[in-house]
């Protein structure tokens, strides 16, 4: 059997992309926006719904960060950000300049935990100062306690920015992650359940925030002639090729989710009656993840480690949970509220293979490596 290296999650073409592609040189639009980018939007819009408005823009990053803006965020402001995440969450804070607040996940879906929402956002009211927005993850394709989260937010009038960049096709009580937020992000890196080779999106309830949205991202050039600037911009908005690579991608969407669910009832299988480990799955029928990457728990960290070891000896790529943003170097002085679920978590958590072009032979391997190794 061939020992090619098997990755956590790689991309995989439709076989639609090369058409755009060709499009975008035929018109000459080499260059941010363009028609393949309005076309992708309003795809995009199509699949959200009627009352949300998207602008697609260069990573699900710059997403994060012009919600910032949109919001207001600015110099010495309080942000609340989840603390399992990767750090493309948290990054935009510092961005603005703000500072963040970092708060533990609940065991239930290793997400922003409720209670340490509200007992941080307390705290911060009674320093004096009221956080200015709340960013939220769906980590690993696994939506939050949005009725509980939300629920918090609206009680203080604290936004919400829902980083959905893990969970595109993901859905809560049916409702597509993405929709919940004040903004809603995703991502199209390559790694990510579909991709636009770099890309993201953010998702707005207005025309008017889309166009505020559309103007940061391309150097807040204001309506004269000549370039006129009265506020700082950016070059965040994505290209009329990549948006070629999205239009082709979003017609295997479907089949992704599937092949990744199904990539999750493999280890469902596989893990069958080996006591060592809990496969992550959902807490209840609310809750339906498109499982981008399945995760487990072994019992303590260094069998984790030496699990991790003995798919690497195989060639098969695995990595540890998220590192928590407040135990990582460049956010460790700011505050954390929290009882150390995430930190716990991060020790014994393994992330596996879950592409949606896993192969057969993939799996056979994938589960020799676990046969071997609790045997
Ligand atoms: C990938 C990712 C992002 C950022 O997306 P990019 O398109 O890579 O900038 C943000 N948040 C989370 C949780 C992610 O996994």
Not at 238 to 255: D, F, P, R, V, W
Not at 351 to 370: A, F, Y
């Given at each position: 059997?061939?020992?090619?290296?098997?990755?956590?999650?790689?991309?995989?073409?439709?076989?639609?992309?090369?058409?755009?592609?060709?499009?975008?040189?035929?018109?000459?639009?080499?260059?941010?926006?363009?028609?393949?980018?309005?076309?992708?939007?309003?795809?995009?819009?199509?699949?959200?719904?009627?009352?949300?408005?998207?602008?697609?823009?260069?990573?699900?990053?710059?997403?994060?960060?012009?919600?910032?803006?949109?919001?207001?965020?600015?110099?010495?402001?309080?942000?609340?950000?989840?603390?399992?995440?990767?750090?493309?969450?948290?990054?935009?804070?510092?961005?603005?300049?703000?500072?963040?607040?970092?708060?533990?996940?609940?065991?239930?879906?290793?997400?922003?935990?409720?209670?340490?929402?509200?007992?941080?956002?307390?705290?911060?009211?009674?320093?004096?100062?009221?956080?200015?927005?709340?960013?939220?993850?769906?980590?690993?394709?696994?939506?939050?306690?949005?009725?509980?989260?939300?629920?918090?937010?609206?009680?203080?009038?604290?936004?919400?920015?829902?980083?959905?960049?893990?969970?595109?096709?993901?859905?809560?009580?049916?409702?597509?992650?993405?929709?919940?937020?004040?903004?809603?992000?995703?991502?199209?890196?390559?790694?990510?359940?579909?991709?636009?080779?770099?890309?993201?999106?953010?998702?707005?309830?207005?025309?008017?925030?889309?166009?505020?949205?559309?103007?940061?991202?391309?150097?807040?050039?204001?309506?004269?002639?000549?370039?006129?600037?009265?506020?700082?911009?950016?070059?965040?908005?994505?290209?009329?090729?990549?948006?070629?690579?999205?239009?082709?991608?979003?017609?295997?969407?479907?089949?992704?989710?599937?092949?990744?669910?199904?990539?999750?009832?493999?280890?469902?299988?596989?893990?069958?009656?080996?006591?060592?480990?809990?496969?992550?799955?959902?807490?209840?029928?609310?809750f339906f993840s498109n499982y981008w990457l399945n995760t487990i728990l072994l019992k303590t960290k260094e069998q984790r480690e030496n699990f991790r070891i003995a798919f690497e000896e195989a060639n098969i790529e695995s990595r540890p949970l998220w590192k928590p943003m407040h135990l990582q170097p460049l956010f460790k002085r700011y505050p954390y509220y929290?009882?150390?679920?995430?930190?716990?978590?991060?020790?014994?958590?393994?992330?596996?293979?879950?592409?949606?072009?896993?192969?057969?032979?993939?799996?056979?391997?994938?589960?020799?490596?676990?046969?071997?190794?609790?045997?």
């Open positions: 059997m061939s020992n090619k290296r098997i990755y956590l999650s790689l991309s995989q073409e439709s076989g639609f992309e090369q058409k755009y592609i060709q499009k975008a040189f035929k018109s000459n639009w080499i260059t941010s926006g363009g028609p393949n980018v309005d076309e992708f939007e309003n795809e995009l819009q199509d699949y959200f719904g009627k009352k949300k408005f998207i602008a697609a823009l260069n990573s699900g990053t710059s997403a994060i960060h012009i919600a910032l803006i949109l919001l207001g965020v600015k110099d010495g402001d309080e942000v609340i950000c989840q603390t399992m995440t990767f750090s493309a969450s948290a990054n935009p804070i510092l961005y603005q300049n703000a500072i963040p607040l970092f708060i533990d996940s609940e065991s239930e879906t290793w997400n922003i935990c409720p209670e340490n929402l509200e007992i941080a956002i307390k705290d911060r009211i009674k320093k004096g100062k009221k956080p200015k927005a709340i960013i939220a993850v769906h980590l690993y394709g696994t939506p939050y306690k949005v009725d509980e989260v939300h629920a918090i937010a609206d009680q203080y009038g604290i936004p919400i920015i829902e980083d959905s960049a893990e969970a595109f096709g993901s859905t809560y009580k049916g409702k597509k992650c993405g929709k919940f937020g004040d903004f809603g992000i995703i991502s199209f890196n390559g790694n990510k359940i579909i991709t636009t080779s770099s890309g993201g999106a953010l998702i707005v309830n207005s025309k008017e925030e889309k166009n505020k949205a559309i103007f940061y991202a391309t150097q807040s050039k204001e309506k004269a002639v000549h370039y006129q600037h009265s506020e700082l911009g950016y070059n965040y908005r994505m290209s009329n090729i990549c948006a070629g690579i999205g239009l082709g991608q979003l017609k295997i969407l479907e089949h992704n989710i599937l092949s990744r669910r199904n990539n999750h009832l493999f280890y469902k299988e596989a893990f069958k009656g080996i006591n060592d480990v809990e496969l992550f799955d959902n807490l209840n029928e609310d929290g009882n150390n679920i995430a930190e716990r978590l991060f020790e014994r958590g393994l992330c596996l293979p879950s592409g949606s072009n896993l192969k057969q032979q993939d799996k056979i391997r994938i589960k020799e490596v676990i046969f071997n190794f609790f045997n």
